[in-house]
């Protein structure tokens, strides 16, 4: 992601949200020019820095964790990293899931491991990464 994928967002959502970037500095603690900055591409804020921006503007976790994403950081919420691949969502909810065995997750660990060691070889043309 870029600096202006991360400003555009933060635009859009400050706009919507009808917040103006005088307001977004001064409900975040931030100096006006910072915000600016930010959507202009010029910035890109820390971690703490998008909590306190989608904090200032009310965002609704999804649109927090499009926020993150788009400044390069993880989402609080990963799975929304996965909606393209429901299959795996439904793995990381067996894998964080504390009601099933931690033998049988630790053993699924272990085969996505292999799967995905198997799948670099055919990417590699039959060679080990």
Do not use: C
């Amino acid at each position: 992601m870029s600096g202006t994928d991360f400003g555009n967002l933060l635009k859009s959502l400050r706009e919507k949200n009808g917040v103006s970037q005088s307001k977004l500095a001064e409900r975040a603690y931030f100096d006006h020019s910072y915000v600016s900055r930010l959507e202009s591409g010029a910035r890109m804020p820390t971690r703490e820095a998008v909590d306190r921006l989608g904090t200032a503007m009310n965002l609704d976790p999804a649109e927090l964790d499009a926020l993150l994403a788009s400044a390069g950081f993880l989402p609080k919420d990963v799975s929304s990293l996965l909606s393209a691949e429901p299959a795996l969502g439904e793995v990381l909810e067996v894998l964080q899931d504390e009601t099933v065995p931690s033998e049988f997750r630790e053993n699924m660990r272990n085969m996505l491991r292999v799967m995905v060691q198997q799948a670099r070889v055919v990417v590699n043309g039959g060679v080990a990464a």
